[in-house]
C-alpha cells in the first residue's frame, strides 16, 4: 500500500458525479495521468439528461446514463480494481489504494451533513502503525485514522485500487474518435416542464458537471475556451434554481424557462466543439 498523506486541495478541479469517481481522478492526477482522457464517456445530450431526471425520477446521486469514471479507467486497462465484503487488513496493505464504505450515521455525526447516498465511501493510504491517512471528497477533510476505529465505522465494502498502466498517446486519439462518434447534438431546444425543483436543480448539476469534463477534455486537443462563458452561465442558473428552493419559491415556469434558456445555449455550443473536435 502506497505510503502518503492525502491533499484535499487535489481535489480541486475534479468533476466526479459520485464519491469513487473523484477519488480514482484523484488518484490519477496525484499519479501524474492525464485524468481528463478519462472524461471521453461523459456525453449526453441536454434533453436525455432532462428526460432521465423528469420522466425516469433518476436522482442526481444515481444517474447511471454516462459510464462511471472507475469503469471507464478499468476497462482501458489503467486501473484494476477488486472489492470485499469484510475488512480484512493484508488484503488493504497489498493494494495500491484502498476505498472504504463508512456508515452513514459516522458521516451524520463527524460533519453534521447528510449524505447523497448511503455507500459513502474514503480513500485510505498507509501511515503506519496499524493507521491511515484518509481522505474525504464532501465534505473535504484529511487526516489519520487507527484501523480500530475503521472497524467500528466500517459499512461493509472496501475497493482497492491498483494502477495498471499510464495512458498512451495512441489511447488518446482513439478517445477523441469515440468521444466524436458519440456526440449527438440535440436538433431543438424544449422547455421542461417542471414540477420539482430539486429536479431541476439536479438537471443542471448533472448538465456542468458533464460538460466541465467535455470542455478539459476538449482542451487536451483545441483551444476550448469560448465553452466558459457557457460553463458559468450553468453555475449562475443552477444557483439560481436552488435559491428558488431555498426561498420556497415554488417558480416552475421560472424553472423551465431558465432550463429552456440552458438548452438552447447548450445546443449552439456543443454543435461548435463537434465541429472543432472533427
Known amino acids: 500500500m502506497k505510503r ?3 491533499d484535499k486541495e487535489l481535489l480541486n478541479g475534479l468533476h466526479g458525479l459520485s464519491c469513487i469517481e473523484n477519488f480514482v481522478l484523484y488518484i490519477l492526477k496525484k499519479e501524474g495521468f492525464s485524468h481528463q482522457c478519462l472524461y471521453y464517456q461523459s456525453y449526453l445530450p441536454f434533453s436525455e439528461i432532462a428526460k432521465e431526471l423528469i420522466y425516469k425520477k433518476t436522482s442526481y446521486a444515481y444517474f447511471y446514463r454516462v459510464k ?3 469503469n471507464v479507467a478499468a476497462e482501458s486497462g ?3 480494481m477488486q472489492t470485499r465484503s469484510e475488512l480484512d ?3 488493504i496493505c497489498n493494494h495500491d489504494y484502498v476505498c472504504v464504505m463508512v456508515k452513514p450515521e459516522y458521516m451524520k455525526d463527524k460533519y453534521n451533513v447528510g449524505l447523497w447516498r448511503e455507500d459513502h465511501y474514503i480513500l485510505l493510504a498507509d501511515a503506519g502503525g496499524f493507521q491511515f491517512y484518509y481522505l474525504n471528497d464532501t465534505p473535504r477533510d484529511a487526516g489519520i485514522i487507527s484501523f480500530d476505529l475503521l472497524r467500528q465505522i466500517y459499512g461493509g465494502k472496501t475497493i482497492a485500487i491498483d494502477i495498471k498502466q499510464k495512458i498512451r498517446g ?3 486519439q482513439i478517445y477523441l474518435r469515440r468521444l466524436v462518434q ?3 447534438i440535440d436538433r431543438v431546444a424544449e422547455k ?3 414540477s420539482n425543483l430539486i429536479t431541476a436543480r439536479d438537471i443542471l448539476g448533472i448538465c456542468r458537471i458533464l460538460r466541465k469534463r467535455l470542455y478539459e477534455f476538449s482542451s487536451m486537443y483545441i483551444d476550448a475556451d469560448y465553452l466558459v ?3 458559468n452561465m450553468l453555475d449562475k442558473q443552477y444557483m439560481a434554481i436552488e435559491y428558488l428552493r431555498l426561498r420556497k419559491k415554488d417558480d416552475y415556469d421560472k424553472a423551465g424557462n431558465i432550463l429552456l434558456n440552458v438548452a438552447i445555449e447548450d445546443i449552439k455550443n456543443m454543435a461548435c466543439i463537434l465541429t472543432d473536435l472533427k
Open 170 to 172: 495512441e489511447m488518446k
Open 68 to 70: 462511471r469514471i472507475q
Open 182 to 184: 458519440s456526440m449527438e
Open 229 to 231: 462563458p457557457y460553463l
Open 78 to 80: 489503467i486501473i484494476q
Open 192 to 194: 421542461c416542464n417542471i
Open 89 to 91: 487488513l493484508d488484503f
Open 4 to 6: 502518503m498523506e492525502f
